[in-house]
């Protein structure tokens, strides 16, 4: 899946994101951010650290040992030889970097750190080479299962419901509730989500509707179907909003996505007609199957699809700033941080690391839908949706009084689309799922 070339590619951009993590001008302050110390210590002193701090250490070396050992690795000079290399290479960019941090005002030399670095590289190195298998098993069997009959509308669906739910539940930074569990019942008819929220799960209502049909169910028992499971999604979702920072859990929004749900599965009962149904032999024993009803029209629907989810998608984005700036307000004088990655290194590791990961794997689903959606035209229309919506996203969070937008999660976004697209042409080499609806064959 990943070639080797491509594995020295991946390495030498996480060794450069790791120097610049460590000594990029992110911490100076207002002062400089370069400052030559009176006196150069060889050996750093053994500052003390808190827990977050040495966790930050261990983590952030695991992948610098996994790269060194993926740079230096060589058939028939595998085993101790790389892996003592690629450990003593680690450990000297972790010494470098301690050395080149009493020079800088914002950061804190530490022997201690050294010490976690290492044991991160250590971890990292000798987890990459089986993961490397672990990868190739894992590539083998997701390429055989994308290949079946049937698994485009499989796809479509789950990435929605993944896209909806990130939407929902960002950003993830958990909090003890006031009470135990609680529901705002305050009914907000300018809320700029609620047709959002509407639209969304009425386009997971028709996908999931298409998919119980296309499973052998009927009509009627794929609509109550589809609704049973958004209606407890729904539920589920809004209760986990009670320990998430900066969210409410609301009656008003669970009951939203329930008829949103129901109104999805219903119009898919206009939108897809059932064809003709074919009487065809089976040739093994010369009994007669007729063929379950095929969905149509399907292609055009499944473009259209794949355009009204991703629109979706963006417009939740967008209507949180929307719904920041009747909350905040609007500052006149927009702020912008240029440097990326600058706000992550202000907070906690784990809560830096939620944020990239929330943002990765929004992005990421969003291109997914799109590929899976839109067949050949996906990775231009997944560009276009994820850089725009990315763009005016940080754009309009400028405006939002105590906000700044940040260059950081547009580069996010784009990384996020370079790796989905970069997979996916690994697993689906022509660009198109299998048959989008697999027709149900039963005896008769």
């Given at each position: 899946?990943?070639?080797?070339?491509t594995?020295?590619w991946?390495?030498?951009a996480?060794?450069?994101?790791?120097?610049?993590?460590?000594?990029?001008?992110?911490?100076?302050?207002?002062?400089?951010?370069y400052?030559?110390?009176?006196?150069?210590?060889?050996v750093?002193?053994?500052t003390?650290?808190?827990?977050n701090?040495?966790?930050?250490?261990?983590?952030?070396?695991?992948p610098?040992?996994?790269?060194?050992?993926?740079?230096?690795?060589?058939?028939?000079?595998?085993?101790w030889?790389?892996?003592v290399?690629?450990?003593g290479?680690?450990t000297g960019?972790s010494?470098a970097?301690?050395l080149l941090?009493?020079?800088?005002p914002?950061?804190q030399s530490?022997?201690?750190d050294?010490?976690w670095n290492?044991?991160?590289?250590?971890?990292?190195?000798?987890?990459v080479?089986?993961?490397?298998?672990?990868?190739?098993?894992f590539?083998?069997?997701?390429f055989?299962?994308?290949?079946r009959?049937?698994?485009?509308?499989?796809v479509c669906?789950?990435?929605a419901?993944?896209a909806?739910?990130?939407?929902?539940?960002?950003p993830w930074?958990?909090?003890?509730?006031a009470?135990?569990?609680?529901w705002?019942t305050?009914?907000?008819?300018?809320?700029?989500l609620?047709?959002?929220?509407f639209?969304?799960f009425a386009?997971l209502?028709?996908?999931?509707?298409?998919r119980?049909v296309?499973?052998g169910?009927?009509?009627?028992?794929?609509?109550?179907?589809?609704?049973?499971?958004?209606a407890?999604?729904?539920?589920v979702?809004?209760l986990?909003?009670s320990?998430?920072s900066e969210?409410?859990?609301s009656?008003?929004?669970?009951?939203?996505?329930m008829?949103?749900?129901?109104?999805?599965?219903?119009?898919?009962?206009?939108?897809?007609?059932?064809?003709?149904?074919?009487?065809?032999?089976?040739?093994?024993?010369?009994a007669?199957?007729?063929?379950?009803?095929?969905?149509?029209p399907?292609?055009t629907?499944?473009?259209?699809?794949?355009l009204?989810?991703?629109?979706?998608?963006?417009?939740?984005?967008?209507?949180?700033?929307v719904a920041?700036?009747?909350?905040?307000?609007?500052?006149?004088?927009p702020?912008?941080?240029?440097?990326?990655?600058?706000a992550?290194?202000?907070?906690a590791?784990?809560?830096?690391?939620?944020?990239a990961?929330?943002?990765?794997?929004?992005?990421?689903t969003v291109t997914l839908?799109?590929l899976?959606?839109?067949r050949?035209?996906?990775?231009?229309?997944a560009?276009?949706?994820?850089g725009?919506?990315?763009?005016?996203?940080?754009?309009?969070?400028?405006?939002?009084?105590g906000?700044?937008?940040?260059?950081?999660?547009i580069?996010?976004?784009?990384?996020?689309?370079a790796?989905?697209c970069?997979?996916w042409?690994k697993?689906v080499?022509?660009?198109t799922?299998?048959?989008?609806?697999?027709?149900?064959?039963?005896p008769?």
């Open positions: 899946m990943i070639h080797r070339s594995q020295r991946l390495a030498a996480a060794l450069l994101l790791v120097v610049y993590g460590t000594l990029g001008p992110i911490a100076g302050g207002r002062g400089p951010w400052q030559a110390p009176a006196q150069w210590c060889l750093p002193p053994a003390p650290s808190d827990a701090d040495r966790l930050t250490n261990l983590l952030v070396y695991i610098v040992g996994a790269a060194f050992r993926l740079i230096v690795r060589r058939r028939g000079w595998s085993g030889p790389d892996l290399v690629s450990l290479l680690a960019l010494y970097t301690e941090q009493q020079a800088l914002g950061r530490s022997r201690i050294l010490y290492a044991a991160g590289a250590i971890i990292g190195a000798l987890a080479v089986p993961a490397q298998g672990w990868l190739r098993r590539h083998a069997t997701l055989e299962r994308l290949h009959p049937g698994v485009g509308w499989h669906t789950w990435a419901i993944a909806t739910l990130l939407v929902m539940t960002a930074q958990l909090h003890r509730p009470t135990p569990a609680g705002a305050a009914w907000e008819w300018a809320d700029p609620r047709a959002a929220r639209l969304a386009a209502g028709m996908l999931l509707f298409v119980l296309a499973a169910r009927g009509r009627a028992a794929a609509v109550c179907g589809a609704f049973l499971r958004l407890a999604l729904a539920l979702a809004e986990a909003q320990v998430l969210h409410v859990s009656l008003s929004h669970a009951l939203t996505a008829c949103g749900s129901a109104a999805g599965a219903i119009a898919g009962t206009l939108v897809f007609r059932a064809a003709a149904m074919s009487n065809t032999p089976d040739h093994r024993d010369g007669t199957t007729v063929g379950a009803p095929t969905l149509a399907v292609p629907v499944q473009r259209l699809a794949a009204g989810l991703v629109g979706v998608v963006a417009a939740i984005l967008l209507g949180g700033v920041e700036l009747l909350y905040r307000g609007v500052q006149l004088d702020r912008f941080s240029w440097t990326p990655f600058r992550h290194f202000r907070v590791f784990t809560t830096a690391l939620a944020d990961t929330q943002s990765l794997a929004m992005f990421g839908l799109a899976a959606g839109a050949r035209h996906g990775p231009p229309l560009l276009m949706s994820v725009t919506t990315a763009l005016l996203l940080e754009v309009g969070r400028a405006f939002v009084a906000r700044s937008g940040d260059v950081t999660t580069i996010l976004a784009l990384l996020a689309w790796a989905t970069y997979a042409r697993l080499p022509s660009g799922l299998s048959t989008l609806v697999q027709p149900v064959s039963r008769t």
